[in-house]
């Protein structure tokens, strides 16, 4: 059986998408919830995220009405972005980093609209969850330091955006790209094609000035 570990953060619309997608994925895969602070990754490899690059941010959440439309996807979108998803990755992290759990809280804000910032809401979805307070439960020192942990092993291993989906080692980002990993899934060969040891091999060119 394959593993396939699947870094998200709630704060991506795309990832958002791939949550809503997973059936794609083999039925005989095990998937592995890894909740992740996206600005960590954007830290680390310096650079900046959609919506913090105004014509690109329009683009995006057109592009992502767009695509949850045709997907079928239930859409939503939060009262602001960015949002600050730190409750909400925690809450996972607090609870086990359970794939359906991960699935209902990328629901709590992208298919209804809800903030962990609106407290009626945030205590409602506590309740929901049958947790009593649902503050202490984010709060831990425990579940702080395995959020950071997991960011820390993401960059590790190469992750630089979410979604990201990581198999054998090897990288896939993006919503479009589960059905590349169900390539591999099927074919490990799938990136050692001529094409794939092309990609590999190029070499950086002209490199833009600090």
């Known amino acids: 059986m394959k593993t396939v570990d699947w870094y998200f953060d709630f704060i991506s619309p795309f990832s958002y998408l791939a949550s809503a997608r997973l059936d794609r994925l083999p039925a005989d895969v095990e998937l592995r919830a890894q909740p992740i602070l996206f600005a960590g990754l954007l830290a680390h490899w310096q650079t900046r995220g959609p919506a913090e690059i105004e014509p690109m941010r329009r683009f995006t959440f057109r592009h992502i009405a ?28 607090a609870r086990g980093a359970d794939v359906e759990l991960a699935q209902r809280l990328f ?3 992208w298919a209804e609209g809800r903030t962990a910032d609106d407290p009626a809401a945030w205590r409602a979805l506590g309740a929901e969850l049958g947790i009593a307070d649902i503050d202490a439960a984010v709060g831990t020192p425990e579940v702080k330091t395995r959020l950071r ?6 960059i590790a291993r190469g992750v630089f955006g979410v979604p990201a989906f990581v198999v054998d080692d090897e990288v896939f980002w993006g919503y479009d790209a589960i059905e590349f990993v169900c390539a591999y899934l099927a074919d490990p060969g799938v990136l050692s094609t001529p094409a794939m040891r092309a990609a590999d091999a190029l070499p950086q060119g002209v490199q833009r000035k600090a």
């Open 107 to 109: 629901r709590f804000a």
């Open 149 to 154: 942990e997991n960011t820390e092993t993401a």
């Open 66 to 93: 767009w695509l949850a439309q045709r997907d079928g996807i239930p859409l939503e979108l939060p009262p602001a972005h960015p949002f600050n998803p730190l409750k909400l990755l925690r809450l996972c992290v």
